[in-house]
């Protein structure tokens, strides 16, 4: 951890990472990810990095039926992401020393304990912040 990490807000001088998974429909998917680094900004953090994971932009092309029921839902039980887009996240959390992550999606306590472990950093939803 950083030395200008302030001890009273988890987020005050922290480096943070933005998160969100998003359904295909969803078109203001940037403009969640704006609100949510306001609230960071607002505690003190620096968002230096955004990662976005669609669901279902690519369905249309596949023939597997009952894609548009699922862009709602998480890729992974245990993750929320796809296998590729943790592995990604969590070289780039370790390589810029992300001090926290902040995920859009509401995220259960087993999500963010496995999460925790393979990025290496504080995992927080947006719903913390408020």
């Known amino acids: ?10 987020l005050g001088g922290a480096d943070v990472a933005l998160i969100g998974l998003f359904s295909a429909k969803e078109k ?21 990095a955004r990662f976005i994971q669609r669901r279902g932009a690519s369905d249309r ?6 894609g548009s029921l699922r ?10 992401l796809t ?8 070289q780039a959390c370790r390589e810029a020393e992300i001090d926290a992550a902040v995920f859009v999606n509401t995220l259960t306590h087993r999500q963010r304990s496995v999460l925790a ?4 950093c504080l995992i927080l939803s947006g719903e913390d912040l408020v």
């Open 1 to 10: 951890m950083k030395q200008y990490r302030s001890l009273g807000d988890p």
């Open 28 to 48: 203001q998917y940037e403009a969640r990810l704006d609100e949510l680094a306001v609230m960071v900004e607002a505690r003190g953090g620096r968002v230096v």
């Open 61 to 66: 092309w596949k023939q597997r039926p009952g």
């Open 71 to 80: 862009m709602s839902q998480p890729f992974s039980r245990r993750t929320l």
């Open 83 to 90: 296998h590729g887009k943790v592995r990604e996240v969590a």
């Open 117 to 120: 472990k393979i990025l290496g």
